[in-house]
Nanobody, 123 residues
Framework: QVQPVESGGGLVQAGGSLRLSCAAS????????MGWFRQPPGKEREFVAA????????YYEDSVKGRFTISKDNAKNTVYLQMNSLKPEDTAVYYC????????????????WGQGTQVTVSS
C-alpha cells in the first residue's frame, strides 16, 4: 500500500551538498510521518530526520542539526532531505520510511521502508 522509493544518492566531496528524494504512494493516514534513517558501513542503522505530512512538524538527530533539512511536497507525495556541509561520517545507505501514526526517531515506529540509496562523502 505504501512503498517509499528513494533517489538522489551519489558521490560528493566533503563540504558539498546533496538532496535526497523519497516518493511515497498510498493514503496519507498510512504515512502520517515520514522518516530518514541511515546505515554507515559496518554500523547499525540510525535515525536522521522525520516530518509529519499534515502539519510539517520536523525532528532531527543532533549530529545533523543545522546541516540537514527535511521538507515535503504533499501534492507530489514526496519528501526531501537536503544535506549540506557533508562530512565523511555522513557516508551511509540512506533509507526512507513511513509511519502510520505520529513522528518518531525509532525504527519500530515505521511500517514501510524503501530500498535505500547510497551516499558517499569523500574526504
Amino acid at each position: 500500500q505504501v512503498q517509499p522509493v528513494e533517489s538522489g544518492g551519489g558521490l560528493v566531496q566533503a563540504g558539498g551538498s546533496l538532496r535526497l528524494s523519497c516518493a511515497a504512494s498510498g493514503r496519507t493516514s498510512s504515512r502520517d510521518a515520514m522518516g530518514w534513517f541511515r546505515q554507515p558501513p559496518g554500523k547499525e542503522r540510525e535515525f536522521v530526520a522525520a516530518i509529519r505530512w499534515t502539519y510539517g512538524t520536523t525532528y532531527y538527530e543532533d549530529s545533523v542539526k543545522g546541516r540537514f533539512t527535511i521538507s515535503k511536497d504533499n501534492a507530489k507525495n514526496t519528501v526531501y532531505l537536503q544535506m549540506n556541509s557533508l562530512k565523511p561520517e555522513d557516508t551511509a545507505v540512506y533509507y526512507c520510511a513511513a509511519a502510520s501514526r505520529g513522528i518518531s526517531a525509532v525504527e519500530e515506529a515505521y511500517d514501510y521502508w524503501g530500498q535505500g540509496t547510497q551516499v558517499t562523502v569523500s574526504s
